[in-house]
């Protein structure tokens, strides 16, 4: 609750600078004007709870008229880029960046013609470019950011397995998203005293072939906030369970789908936080002045990944989390 308060106050001015641009709510004549268009990037198909949060925020929030361009998920960079152009020809008024690289895609493709862009998530905006603080953005874009939880997911990880002394992290060498994520892990992991084994892949194969080659010692397999592997969620799973790998990934659909824990967001969860932000926007608030707000953070465990890997959790932390029975 606490990450979830932490802008509270500049939210509060913000949202009452909303209110003086356009009521979001009733006879408004922008809201009974023409639908907006939200033009939705997504380079792969695990953000996309976000884009169903997104859709069931703006629902329940009410405000203007939607209408949405979505072509699908677009994992090949080049496409990526030319998605993002199709979708400011289109006439988006807006566009949701389901991922960092998309995001960053979305931002270039606008900025001629101004285009904003709400991200639902993107990893340490500070450090990609997406915004130069997350109180006040500065620039044309804002949305859900995550980071720092990180830190406490291998933290939460080595309480579960004990004596863990190596953790193997993959991780698509060309994403932005992760190469934030590692900085973070690294200082973690000197600070828990235990070591990292980081190798970079690249795609489905070259996961599959780094993951073929792992030591038979691996206890542990932490994904960090990687869209493209977190996609593989169930086959990285089933290749865990199989070889009794204690697995963690950055989100609750993650354990959902088999992986022993995470502490870290929901993705639909993530979507609904940015259906404000977006509402914001479309009453003409610019994104400069719209914070950056933080996914709120949980503890998720899968109670049949510990036990056919022989693990048992404690009552305590069985307390403290949200819990994926068999």
């Not at 709400?118 to 997350?134: D, I, K």
């Not at 199989?242 to 354990?255: D, F, K, N």
């Not at 088999?258 to 914001?280: D, E, K, P, W």
Request: aromatic residues 4%; neutral net charge.
């Amino acid at each position: 609750m606490r990450s979830s308060l932490r802008w509270l106050p500049a939210c509060v001015v913000v949202l009452a600078l909303a209110a003086l641009v356009l009521p979001l709510r009733g006879g408004a004549p922008e809201a009974a004007g023409r639908p907006r268009v939200v033009g939705v990037l997504a380079n792969a198909a695990v953000a996309l709870p976000a884009y169903e949060g997104f859709r069931a925020g703006l629902a329940e929030l009410g405000g203007p008229p939607v209408s949405f361009l979505f072509g699908g998920v677009v994992p090949d960079d080049p496409a990526l880029a030319a998605e993002a152009r199709r979708l400011v020809a289109g006439g988006a008024d807006l566009i949701l960046a389901l991922t960092t690289k998309a995001a960053l895609a979305a931002l270039e493709a606008g900025r001629e013609r101004g285009v904003p862009v709400v991200f639902a998530p993107a990893s340490n905006p500070l450090q990609t470019g997406l915004a130069q603080s997350l109180r006040r953005p500065g620039g044309n874009a804002t949305g859900v950011t995550f980071g720092r939880q990180e830190a406490r997911r291998l933290e939460w990880l080595l309480r579960l397995v004990p004596d863990l002394e190596s953790v193997y992290v993959p991780y698509t060498r060309d994403d932005p998203s992760p190469l934030a994520s590692l900085p973070v892990l690294r200082e973690a992991a000197r600070t828990l005293g235990v070591s990292l084994t980081l190798e970079a892949v690249d795609g489905r194969e070259g996961l599959r072939a780094a993951l073929a080659r792992l030591p038979a010692g691996t206890r542990a397999i932490l994904v960090p906030a990687d869209p493209a592997i977190s996609s593989q969620s169930r086959e990285i799973a089933a290749f865990a369970m199989q070889r009794g790998i204690a697995l963690s990934m950055p989100h609750r659909e993650g354990v959902e789908q088999g992986a022993l824990m995470s502490y870290g967001f929901t993705l639909h969860g993530v979507g609904r936080q940015a259906a404000r932000q977006a509402l914001l926007v479309l009453s003409g608030v610019p994104p400069a002045e719209i914070p950056v707000e933080l996914a709120e953070f949980s503890l998720s465990l899968n109670l049949e990944a510990a036990h056919r890997i022989g693990l048992d959790v404690s009552p305590l932390m069985l307390r403290q989390a949200y819990v994926v029975a068999p």
